[in-house]
């Protein structure tokens, strides 16, 4: 894991957006560290958040497709571009989409073309929330394991790219398995290559698990949010925990050799970290969060996320960009409060949105206001 020391708060000074859903030109400049976004419903406000979920790698926090993004009144094309406080100072990121021909998004750093998104990582780690996740505990696996992996890549720069080299490499070995002639040779040599990725995942994804867990063991507190216990169930983060890490590949490679078989009568891979699953436990209450109330489990991914916030400015000396999507509306006042303060003190920025202005009635004087009306936003403050 890279454990590279910034003194530097992770902050997004100018946002431009063209183009994006129903923006067609956008630009903030915010001040403060919490930016509050109101208005209607359909106004535009998660739209801005899932255009700055775009400046880290990945398909941001609607995991749409590009073209889904251009502006229905536009030319198919969208851009967003940020300038940013970063561990080397300012930078200025953008990334495009060039229309239905292009085939993924373009990434570019201090006007540099990048070859991946992947760079991204490098300046900016990023959180978020969003009410798609309010049944998190409750529904498939994968959308609790691409929410923990979120959580790694807040401190760690390179398991985003693990994690996409590691599924690259999978649709490629599924692809084999599915032609009536296997090739032995060519399966081998992805399944080291799958090896690889995996068990860095791994180690990433169990390093957190304890980073997480220690966090908690100090009795560090979120605020009005409680604290969890949370378990990685994976045969890989199993492997790693046993093994030395060559030794973790190399039987991981095995597993892959020995289950072809089984893997071409299913025509996918079976085993590996696609197929770990998370388990959080209420910490207070000491229950399964997937019998906790829709409330506490609110209230208990606020507390995960204020937790992992706050162990990632603990390794990284930065805390990430929180993107919290209809928080404040779940809330009661004291525990909008509590999230406000534990957000100042967390110190970090963090971009909010609600339907009612009065919902960051106590943000604070120095917190920056935003009407979001029709895909036009007004300063208001
Ligand atoms: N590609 C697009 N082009 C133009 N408009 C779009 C596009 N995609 C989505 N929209 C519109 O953007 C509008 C704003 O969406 P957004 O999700 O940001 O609203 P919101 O302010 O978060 O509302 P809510 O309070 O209901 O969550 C919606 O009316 C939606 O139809
Ligand atoms: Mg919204």
């Known amino acids: 894991m890279s454990k590279q020391r910034v003194s530097a708060h992770l902050t997004i000074t100018r946002l431009t957006l063209t183009d994006f859903r129903n923006h067609a030109n956008l630009r903030l400049e915010p001040t403060g560290d919490l930016v509050c976004l109101y208005g209607p419903n359909g106004a535009g406000k998660t739209n801005i958040l899932e255009a700055i979920s775009l400046l880290v790698p990945g398909r941001g926090l609607r995991a749409q497709d590009f073209h889904l993004l251009a502006r229905l009144e536009g030319m198919g094309a969208w851009g967003v571009a940020a300038e940013v406080q970063t561990s080397e100072g300012e930078a200025r ?28 990582a490098q300046h900016l780690k990023m959180l978020w929330l969003t009410p798609a996740q309010d049944r998190l505990f409750m529904g498939p696996a994968s959308d609790r394991r691409r929410f923990f992996d979120r959580m790694v890549a807040s401190f760690n720069a390179e398991h985003a790219g693990h994690v996409s080299a590691f ?38 994804r169990n390093e957190a698990a304890n980073l997480l867990a220690k966090h908690f063991a100090s009795g560090a507190t979120q605020g009005a949010f409680p604290w969890g216990v949370l378990q990685l169930h994976g045969e ?146």
């Open 93 to 120: 990121l953008g990334t495009s989409f060039e229309g239905s021909a292009a085939t993924t998004r373009k990434v570019a750093v201090n006007g540099q073309l990048q070859k991946s998104s992947g760079i991204l």
């Open 167 to 204: 599924e690259k490499l999978m649709r490629e070995r599924n692809a084999l398995l599915q032609q009536p002639r296997f090739d032995n040779v060519w399966a081998g040599t992805l399944e080291t290559q799958m090896a690889e990725q995996a068990i860095a995942i791994a180690v990433a």
């Open 236 to 381: 890989i983060e199993e492997l790693v925990a046993a093994f030395p890490a060559v030794q973790a590949e190399d039987e991981y490679a095995k597993i892959l050799a020995d289950s072809r078989g089984q893997d071409r009568a299913q025509q996918r891979t079976t085993k590996g970290p696609h197929r770990a699953d998370i388990s959080v436990l209420h910490g207070p209450k000491s229950t399964p969060a997937e019998l906790c109330s829709t409330g506490e489990q609110k209230a208990l991914l606020i507390g995960l996320v204020l937790a992992q916030t706050q162990a990632a400015k603990d390794v990284l000396g930065a805390a990430p960009i929180l993107l919290l999507d209809e928080v404040a509306a779940h809330l009661d006042e004291a525990r909008r409060r509590g999230l406000f303060a534990s957000l100042a003190s967390l110190g970090c920025q963090a971009w909010m949105t609600g339907t009612d202005e009065n919902l960051f009635a106590e943000a604070g004087a120095t917190a920056c206001r935003y009407e979001v009306k029709d895909g036009i936003v007004h300063v208001r403050n």
